[in-house]
């Protein structure tokens, strides 16, 4: 049973752009939910969905969004952005939201320059 | 607020040697969950474990619900052991979202 998985996996943007990051989930998993990982804030929770529906966000600037197709992938995406978004961004799926265990992708490492 | 604390910060071992890391939580936590996160970034699913205790070979979890704390023991530990461990759960007090600490990050030397 294939993984999580995450494209791209590295990419460089320049402040003011914006970027588009995908994640296809294990295959039956209906949950999908974003973190950002970076050296002085941590592992933090961007948002879940599940059906469709963004269940949950956390403490993120509206320039974070996403959204979550019928076949359950999942796309972030970040507009404008800033120096301080760069990070690595990882994705998990799970059978159920907010609940279950989670299975993470290898993550996409975002530079800002 | 919420918070996941995590102990000890840095732990160096000799190959071979056992070692137990920590997490604290505090406030009630469900969907205890305990990760190794590789060198390229990957979060690897070591343990689910909610309450109870799970053995995996060398390692093994146990998580006390109701005083709120996870232990994560390492036995006869590898280099390939080294990284950063994360423990995470989800904290009703915290709008239902996974809580990360901050990692224990485990070098092992041979």
């Keep these: ?113 | 607020g919420i918070q996941v604390e995590q102990s000890p910060p840095d732990l160096i071992l000799q190959e071979g040697a056992n070692s137990t890391l920590r997490c604290n939580f505090s406030d009630s936590v469900n969907n205890l969950q305990w990760f190794h996160q590789n060198p390229w970034g990957q979060l690897i699913n070591l343990f689910y474990i909610p309450s109870g205790t799970k053995q995996n070979g060398r390692l093994s979890a146990t998580t006390v619900a109701t005083e709120r704390y996870s232990l994560l023991y390492i036995s006869s530990s590898q280099t390939t052991d080294s990284g950063v461990y994360f423990c995470a759960g989800v904290i009703k007090a915290a709008g239902n979202k996974l809580t990360f600490g901050g990692g224990t990050r485990v070098l092992v030397k041979p």
Excluded at chain 1, 9 to 19: C, D, E, F, N
Excluded at chain 1, 80 to 97: F, H
């Design chain 1, 1 to 113: 049973k294939a993984g999580v998985t995450q494209t791209p996996r590295y990419l460089i943007k320049t402040r003011g752009q914006q970027v588009t990051l995908s994640c296809s989930p294990i295959s039956g998993h209906r949950s999908v939910s974003w973190y950002q990982q970076t050296p002085g804030q941590g592992l933090q929770f961007l948002f879940e969905y599940f059906s469709e529906t963004q269940r949950n966000k956390g403490n993120f600037p509206g320039r974070f969004s996403g959204r979550q197709f019928s076949n359950s992938r999942s796309e972030m995406n970040v507009s404008t952005l800033e120096l301080g978004d760069s990070a690595l961004y990882l994705c998990a799926s799970s059978l159920r939201q907010f609940t279950g265990e989670l299975f993470f992708g290898e993550g996409s490492r975002l530079t800002v320059l």
